[in-house]
T-cell receptor, first 110, second 116 residues
Framework: RKEVEQDPGPFNVPEGATVAFNCTYSNSASQSFFWYRQDCRKEPKLLMSVYSSGNEDGRFTAQLNRASQYISLLIRDSKLSDSATYLCVVNSAGRRALTFGSGTRLQVQP | SAVISQKPSRDICQRGTSLTIQCQVDSQVTMMFWYRQQPGQSLTLIATANQGSEATYESGFVIDKFPISRPNLTFSTLTVSNMSPEDSSIYLC?????????????FGAGSRLTVL
């Protein structure tokens, strides 16, 4: 089983739609969680950290469910510029290294 | 956040040769991380480069194949040795930019390597 698993998609949604991605992680001792965004042929960039209480940044909401070991990302009012691959990232317990999921591709269509 | 310069940005290499990728950071950092992203895949950590000590390699990666240098707190190199087509990938260096335990990573733009 992969340490971090994501649905690869693609998710094709119209502009203005709400879309949600889930990610599951296998190591219950993981402590830090993030969503990164990667545009085509570019490096990944931090979208947002995921806190235990859940957090929101504009149109983006991240949730963490430790009991079920999953993380979610909700994007409201999708824009064309949201088209990208969204990477779920988990801190490997006891290590400084981060483990990346394989990513979920989002395509927002006009 | 840190600004990372990586070079080369891309290269096409012949089988059996070696290529060294350079990573320069605009501030001093304790650890630098080297990742690989194969076509259509996510990022896999190759090794952690520590200044003043040997790099720490992840399972499946060895120093003979991916020697790393870390001469100071702002610079590191990764060499891909005796390349084969399976080494065709994007290689990214990264540094932590979070404070305390919040280990947020900033990446360089990557080095896209094609081995013929």
């Amino acid at each position: 089983r992969k340490e971090v698993e994501q649905d690869p998609g693609p998710f094709n949604v119209p502009e203005g739609a709400t879309v949600a991605f889930n990610c599951t992680y296998s190591n219950s001792a993981s402590q830090s969680f993030f969503w990164y965004r990667q545009d085509c042929r570019k490096e990944p960039k931090l979208l947002m950290s995921v806190y235990s209480s859940g957090n929101e940044d504009g149109r983006f909401t991240a949730q963490l469910n430790r009991a079920s070991q999953y993380i979610s990302l909700l994007i409201r009012d999708s824009k064309l510029s949201d088209s990208a691959t969204y990477l779920c990232v988990v801190n490997s317990a006891g290590r400084r290294a981060l483990t990346f999921g394989s990513g979920t591709r989002l395509q927002v269509q006009p | 956040s840190a600004v990372i310069s990586q070079k080369p940005s891309r290269d096409i290499c012949q089988r059996g040769t070696s290529l060294t990728i350079q990573c320069q950071v605009d501030s001093q950092v304790t650890m630098m991380f080297w990742y690989r992203q194969q076509p259509g895949q996510s990022l896999t950590l190759i090794a952690t480069a520590n200044q003043g000590s040997e790099a720490t390699y992840e399972s499946g990666f060895v120093i003979d194949k991916f020697p790393i240098s870390r001469p100071n707190l702002t610079f590191s190199t990764l060499t891909v040795s005796n390349m084969s087509p399976e080494d065709s990938s994007i290689y990214l260096c990264s540094v932590e930019t979070g404070s305390g335990g919040a280990n947020v990573l900033t990446f360089g733009a990557g080095s896209r390597l094609t081995v013929l």
